[in-house]
C-alpha cells in the first residue's frame, strides 16, 4: 500500500490510485518480499496454461509479473496508474509484445469476449465492489477463457487467531470483505469462489500461498527453503484456504461462441469505456468514439481511457 494513495473522486466507486507511488522499489525491490515473490511465480506457473494468444494482466503495476506470460503471443498491462505502467515500459520495453493501458477496471476500454486469459493479482485487494470488476473480466475473455486470480483472505489462521482471544473486532468467517484500511479489502474464499461461480466461471484449481508470512520466520530461514516449503503447501488450497493469499483458476464456461480471431490490429481491441461503441477512430495521438465524440489519449505509447480529454 503507497503512503501517497487517494480516492479518486471522479470514478465511482473509489479507484486506489498508485500514481507517482515508489510501490515496485519501496514493496517489492527494498521491501522484504522475495518470498512472496518467488512462491506467485511458482503458483503462477502452475495455472497458467503454457501458450496463448492474448492476456490481459488487470493491475500490472510496473510488470513485475509480465515475465511471467511470456508463453502469450500479446500481452495487454493494464493498470490505472500511467507513472507504474511507464515503470513497466522501463523494465519491459516497447516492443509490439505489450500493449499498455491506462483504464479503470470497473469500465474496462475491450470489446467482449476477447482474450483467451486474464490475471488479476494483489488487485482486488483494492477493489470496493469486487463483484463489478470481477463482471468486466467476464465479459472480455472469451468462450473457455481461463481467469487467474489473487486475493486476500480475510479467513487466514493470524485473523482467526486475534478473533478468538478478543484482539480484532471483525469476524474472519462471515462472507462480507473486510476494509481493514481505506481501499484495503481481504475476502472470503467461499464470497469469492460464489461470484466467480454466479459468473459462469468454473473453479478448476485453489492455491493457497503464504503460508509463512511471519517477520521472524522470514528473517532466520532461508528464503530459498519457504519458498519450497511454501509451494508444497499451494496444494493445500484444494482441501482448505487458511493463508493470507489464495489463487484460484477459474475457467468461463459460457454456451455462445465468443471471437474466434484476434484482429490484428490493436485499436479494434478497444471500445469506448463510456457508452460501449467499437471501433473508435485512429486519430494517432488519440482514439475517438464516433457514437458519443469522446476522445482518448494515445501518448508516450500508452491508450489513457481514464478520463476523456
Ligand atoms: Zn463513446
Not at 507517482?20 to 502452475?46: C, M, V
Not at 528464503?223 to 483458476?249: C, E, N, R, Y
Request: charged share 25%; with cysteine; aromatic share 12%.
Amino acid at each position: 500500500m503507497p503512503d501517497s494513495f487517494f480516492m479518486d473522486k471522479q470514478t465511482t466507486p473509489p479507484v486506489c490510485n498508485y500514481e507517482d507511488s515508489d510501490y515496485q522499489t519501496s514493496f517489492w525491490d527494498e521491501g522484504g518480499r522475495e518470498y512472496e515473490d518467488r512462491t506467485e511465480a511458482i503458483a503462477l506457473k502452475r495455472l497458467l496454461p503454457k501458450s496463448g494468444r492474448l492476456l490481459l494482466e488487470l493491475g500490472a503495476g510496473a510488470g513485475r509479473n509480465t515475465p511471467r506470460y511470456l508463453g502469450f503471443d500479446r500481452i495487454i498491462l493494464l493498470d490505472y496508474s500511467r507513472t507504474q505502467l511507464e515503470q513497466a515500459q522501463g523494465r519491459l520495453g516497447k516492443s509490439d509484445k505489450y500493449i499498455y493501458v491506462a483504464a479503470d477496471a470497473y469500465r474496462l476500454p475491450f470489446v467482449d469476449g476477447l482474450f483467451d486469459a486474464a490475471t488479476m493479482i494483489r488487485t482486488l485487494h483494492h477493489m470496493a465492489d469486487a463483484q463489478k470488476a470481477l463482471s468486466q473480466v467476464r465479459n472480455v475473455l472469451g468462450s473457455g477463457g481461463v481467469f487467474i486470480l489473487e486475493f486476500a483472505n480475510k479467513l487466514n489462521l493470524k485473523a482467526i487467531l486475534r478473533y478468538l482471544v478478543g484482539r480484532q473486532k471483525w469476524s474472519p468467517f462471515t462472507l462480507e470483505p473486510v476494509e481493514f484500511v481505506k481501499l484495503n479489502f481481504d475476502f472470503h474464499p467461499k464470497a469469492v469462489r460464489n461470484w466467480l461461480k454466479q459468473l459462469g466461471f468454473e473453479i478448476e484449481r485453489t492455491l493457497t500461498l503464504s503460508h509463512f508470512r511471519v517477520g521472524l520466520l522470514k528473517r532466520i530461514v532461508p528464503t530459498g527453503i519457504l519458498v519450497f516449503l511454501d509451494s508444497l503447501f499451494h496444494w493445500t488450497g484444494a482441501l482448505w484456504q487458511l493463508s493470507p493469499s489464495v489463487f484460484m483458476k477459474g475457467k468461463l464456461e459460457i454456451g455462445e461462441q465468443r471471437l474466434v480471431e484476434i484482429p490484428a490490429n490493436v485499436i479494434s481491441f478497444f471500445k469506448c469505456p463510456d457508452c460501449g461503441h467499437s471501433p473508435l477512430v485512429d486519430k494517432k495521438e488519440y482514439l475517438e468514439c464516433s457514437s458519443c465524440k469522446k476522445k482518448w489519449e494515445v501518448r508516450g505509447g500508452i491508450y489513457d481511457f481514464r478520463e476523456a480529454i
